[in-house]
């Protein structure tokens, strides 16, 4: 259990000071870094890297659900996604999810891991692009993550880990189209939009269901311990580097002879 390794951690150090490991791989933990930092990824993650190449391209319907898939170029991805009306009739929005980051880009993404070095962890960083309205549907991931956005403005909504573990799949649905919902008008139900400086954060109930949300603009990143439901809605335009992580020893053990993550 990945867990278990990472409570037996001391501390670990980041820019926003000194935490107790423990703390970090059991609640989300909210860091920044500087505009020019997400400038500089946001520009690594342009139309140079990417050289004409063809990506699939996820069309997403309000709930959050792949309906179908697009192979698009980056600058016609670009362009539809930044396009207000774009599939409005058949209510879908253009999404790119999971791409693997690679060369200087995978560097830099690195390099602004929002996981302490100090901890030796592996780390897989890839790239998701969402239209302004796109949206991840309510699901849990079997690693730790995180999320750091390097352009436009991003809505994570999360639930505990024990209480998540305790709804079945039907309530998960149900959840996901209130949440989707309440996503329509994010500004109104999750305050903090607005915020000019510092972490935009609050908590929340559906019923007896208790929530936490983070606002994310360029540069501020949130991670998302294993087992965490979460929640994802593109308020604008969205560019972001999302990290995957495995404890290194643990990985190496896995696969002695990887090069990368497995």
């Not at 409570?7 to 490991?21: D, E, I, T, V």
């Given at each position: 259990d990945?867990?278990s390794?990472?409570?037996?951690?001391?501390?670990?150090?980041?820019?926003?000071?000194a935490?107790?490991?423990?703390?970090?791989?059991?609640?989300?933990?909210?860091?920044a870094?500087?505009?020019d930092?997400?400038?500089?990824?946001?520009?690594?993650?342009s139309?140079?890297?990417?050289?004409?190449?063809?990506?699939d391209?996820?069309?997403?319907?309000?709930?959050?659900?792949?309906?179908?898939?697009?192979?698009?170029?980056?600058?016609?991805?670009l362009?539809?996604?930044?396009?207000?009306?774009?599939f409005?009739?058949?209510?879908?929005?253009?999404?790119?999810?999971?791409?693997?980051?690679?060369?200087?880009?995978r560097?830099?993404c690195l390099?602004?891991?929002?996981?302490?070095h100090?901890?030796?962890?592996?780390?897989?960083?890839t790239?998701f692009?969402?239209?302004?309205?796109?949206?991840?549907?309510?699901?849990?991931?079997?690693?730790h993550?995180?999320?750091?956005?390097?352009?436009?403005?991003?809505?994570?909504?999360?639930i505990?880990?024990?209480?998540?573990?305790?709804?079945?799949?039907?309530?998960?649905?149900?959840?996901?189209?209130?949440?989707c919902?309440l996503a329509d008008?994010?500004?109104?139900?999750?305050?903090?939009?607005a915020k000019?400086?510092?972490?935009?954060?609050?908590?929340?109930?559906?019923g007896?269901?208790?929530?936490?949300?983070?606002w994310?603009g360029?540069?501020?990143?949130?991670?998302?311990?294993?087992?965490?439901?979460?929640?994802?809605?593109?308020?604008?335009?969205?560019?972001?580097a999302?990290?995957?992580?495995r404890?290194?020893?643990?990985a190496?053990?896995?696969?002695?002879?990887a090069?990368?993550?497995?």
């Amino acid at each position: 259990d990945f867990g278990s390794r990472f409570l037996k951690l001391g501390l670990f150090f980041c820019s926003m000071g000194a935490a107790p490991s423990s703390s970090f791989f059991e609640e989300p933990s909210w860091c920044a870094r500087s505009q020019d930092s997400a400038s500089g990824l946001r520009v690594a993650a342009s139309v140079p890297h990417f050289n004409g190449q063809f990506l699939d391209v996820d069309l997403v319907d309000e709930l959050g659900a792949p309906t179908s898939f697009v192979s698009w170029t980056f600058t016609q991805r670009l362009t539809v996604a930044s396009c207000k009306f774009a599939f409005r009739a058949r209510n879908l929005h253009p999404y790119i999810r999971n791409l693997p980051a690679s060369g200087e880009m995978r560097r830099r993404c690195l390099r602004e891991s929002p996981f302490p070095h100090a901890l030796a962890l592996e780390v897989d960083p890839t790239l998701f692009m969402g239209s302004a309205g796109s949206r991840a549907r309510l699901h849990v991931d079997g690693l730790h993550t995180a999320i750091r956005v390097l352009h436009g403005q991003k809505l994570v909504v999360m639930i505990d880990a024990e209480v998540g573990s305790t709804l079945s799949v039907a309530e998960i649905v149900a959840v996901n189209s209130v949440l989707c919902k309440l996503a329509d008008q994010a500004e109104d139900h999750f305050l903090g939009f607005a915020k000019a400086r510092g972490r935009r954060t609050g908590r929340t109930t559906l019923g007896s269901l208790a929530l936490q949300y983070d606002w994310l603009g360029p540069g501020d990143a949130i991670t998302i311990p294993q087992g965490w439901h979460h929640f994802i809605h593109n308020q604008t335009l969205c560019i972001s580097a999302h990290y995957w992580v495995r404890p290194l020893q643990r990985a190496r053990e896995a696969s002695p002879h990887a090069g990368g993550f497995i």
